[in-house]
Structure formats: C-alpha cells, structure tokens
C-alpha cells in the first residue's frame, strides 16, 4: 500500500485546511486509515483514525470538536478537515493505514504498518 498525502500549507490562526490521503496498491487490505502529526522537536502524536469500512471514527481530544476526519471509498481516499485551527496545531501531518482498526492501540505508531510522507500544516498569528 503506497499512501500520498496533500493539502498542507500555511493559514492564519482560525482559519481552515483540508488534508487529503490517496491510497493506491493493495488497498482492499486497509481497514483503518490515520492522521498523525509531528511538530518540531516534539514526538509524533496521534490525531485521528477511521474505519475503511464501517465508518468508525477515532479523534484525539486535542481535536475534537475541530477536526474532522472522513473517507471516499470509491477513491481510496481519507480527507481530515481542519476548523478553528490554532498555532499549536503546526507540525508535519503524516497519514498512515492498517489492515486492523483497534482503538486501543490506534494512538501508538506502532500500530500503522503503512505511511505516507509528511505534508506541513503552518498556523501563523
């Protein structure tokens, strides 16, 4: 499973971004797709998961209520769409995608066994 990942970039504080994973290769293998960002100097953190097939959705609570995660199956798509951002939302957003969809162990990296490179969301003042 290759995953391409697009839609960073920079935005005021307040303001709005989508981000978008395109999933290609063996992707009927995937039951879970994530979002997982990076900011500098700090360890990767989980954002948001969702099951492929049943729609489950996961969010971390820094996010919640601001971001939305959600899928295009006809696409192979995850989108994760980001409201009211703030400036400690900056980071590097990386998507990742799991043959398992596990609550439990969706936080942790360890988990994904496939990632996309990285696409930096930049929140300014």
């Known amino acids: 499973v290759q995953l391409q990942a697009s839609g960073g970039g920079l935005v005021q504080a307040g303001g709005s971004l989508r981000l978008s994973c395109a999933a290609s290769?063996?992707?009927?293998?995937?039951?879970?797709m994530g979002w997982f960002r990076q900011a500098p100097g700090q360890e990767r953190e989980f954002v948001a998961a969702i099951s492929w097939r049943g729609g489950t959705i996961y969010y971390a609570d820094s996010v919640k209520g601001r971001f939305t995660i959600s899928r295009d199956n006809a696409k192979n798509t995850a989108y994760l769409q980001m409201n009211s951002l703030k400036l400690e939302d900056t980071a590097v957003y990386s998507c990742?995608?799991?043959?398992?969809?596990?609550?439990?162990?969706?936080?942790?990296?360890?988990?994904?066994?496939?990632w996309g490179q990285g696409t930096l969301v930049t929140v300014s003042s």
């Open positions: 290769g063996r992707t009927f293998s995937i039951e879970a």
């Open positions: 990742a995608a799991d043959p398992a969809f596990s609550i439990p162990t969706m936080a942790n990296a360890w988990h994904w066994d496939y």
